[in-house]
Structure formats: C-alpha cells, structure tokens
T-cell receptor, first 111, second 113 residues
C-alpha cells in the first residue's frame, strides 16, 4: 500500500498559485519526499524533492511540515501546461529501495 | 542528450510468446527500475536494480524477470506473457537511491491477446 495520501483531484484557475497536499504520517527520519508529475501521454517527470527543509527550484516549491508528516507542493502561477497527475512519494533509505507511487492527484487548470 | 530509451514503444503479442523490452540509459546511473501503469491503479514498481548484478523485487514482480549485466541496460523479460500483463511500462534510472531524481523513459505499450 502507498505510504502517502493525496486527494484524487484538484482544480485551480490559470495564473493562480496551486497548493497540492500530501500526507505521509509514517515517514521515517531518513525518508526523502519526492514529487513527480505525469503529463497526458508522457512518462513521469521529476519536479522536486526534499528531506527536512523547504526547497525551491524553477518548477515549484516544496513546503515540508515541521514534524515531516505532511508536505505541500506549490506551483506559484499555474498554467494550462501544468495540468497533470502529481505524485508524492517517499524514497526509503533503508536496505531496500522500493518505490511506491500511489494514484496521485489529478490537477485540472481552468482557463 | 541525457535520456532513458525503451524499445519497442508499442508491441502486440500473443499469450505465451516470450518477449523482451529493452531499457538503456546514458547517464551512468546506478539505480534502474521498471514500472507498469494501469488505469485506476497508478504506477506500480515491478523490479529495481541498485547496481550491476543486483536486482530486487518491487510490488508486482510476478510473471516478470530482469537482468543487469551492464550498468546502462536493464531489460524486462516476460517469459510467458498473459493478457493481464497488458499495460503501459516505464523504465527509470537515477544516480542513487533516496536523494536523487529519477529519469523516466517514454513508455512501452504492451498488448497481450
């Protein structure tokens, strides 16, 4: 079973910020939080990842709760091209490195 | 150009006829992985490899085999395909385990009749 929980779908208006939540209440101390997105008819692509501190890159920002049991992917100004399925995953730093994607959040952008 | 390539991109085959889907990366990545994607089930990991000659089962390994004889290649083998293996398959690679981004291939759409 997936170790993260995300809403099935969300909607946002174009050119407005989008906050995509993810719960990972059983996260271990050394698990990294990764976000990927999958545009229609394409393979998943990396968005951002972090361990404890908030992270920014050219695509998005990642806000990680102080207790690390949840995180939020922030798209600062959504465009129609951001319509995709967004996956929040944990990368286990233990002995094995299974990756469990879950079903993700389908983000709809309204023009 | 840094990339993960998969071949073939599309394949229609019949039950029981052995097939191999190739995956190759040109980034000297240690970690490689195979996923399948089915409607309503999201992405599920089949097998992964943390280095040459090191492979391990993901969530749905039944009916699949893999090998990692060279760092760049990670073929997925279906020895006796069945219709329930009809799916979209993705190969991915990354430098290492936890703190590194994965690069995904373009996908292989497999239909088993």
């Amino acid at each position: 079973d997936a170790k993260t929980t995300q809403p099935n779908s969300m909607e946002s208006n174009e050119e407005e910020p989008v906050h995509l939540p993810c719960n990972h209440s059983t996260i271990s101390g050394t698990d990294y939080i990764h976000w990927y997105r999958q545009l229609p008819s394409q393979g998943p692509e990396y968005v951002i990842h972090g361990l404890t501190s908030n992270v920014n890159n050219r695509m998005a920002s990642l806000a990680i709760a102080e207790d690390r049991k949840s995180s939020t992917l922030i798209l600062h100004r959504a465009t129609l091209r951001d319509a995709a399925v967004y996956y929040c995953i944990l990368r286990d730093s233990g002995r094995d490195d299974k990756i469990i994607f879950g079903k993700g959040t389908r983000l709809h952008i309204l023009p | 150009e840094a990339q993960v390539t998969q071949n073939p991109r599309y394949l229609i085959t019949v039950t029981g006829k052995k097939l191999t889907v190739t995956c190759s990366q040109n980034m000297n990545h240690e970690y490689m992985s195979w996923y399948r994607q089915d409607p309503g089930l999201g992405l599920r990991q089949i097998y992964y490899s943390m280095n040459v000659e090191v492979t391990d089962k993901g969530d749905v390994p039944e009916g699949y085999k893999v090998s990692r004889k060279e760092k760049r290649n990670f073929p997925l083998i279906l020895e006796s395909p069945s219709p329930n293996q009809t799916s979209l398959y993705f190969c991915a690679s990354s430098f290492g385990r936890t703190g590194y981004e994965q690069y995904f291939g373009p996908g292989t759409r497999l239909t088993v009749t």
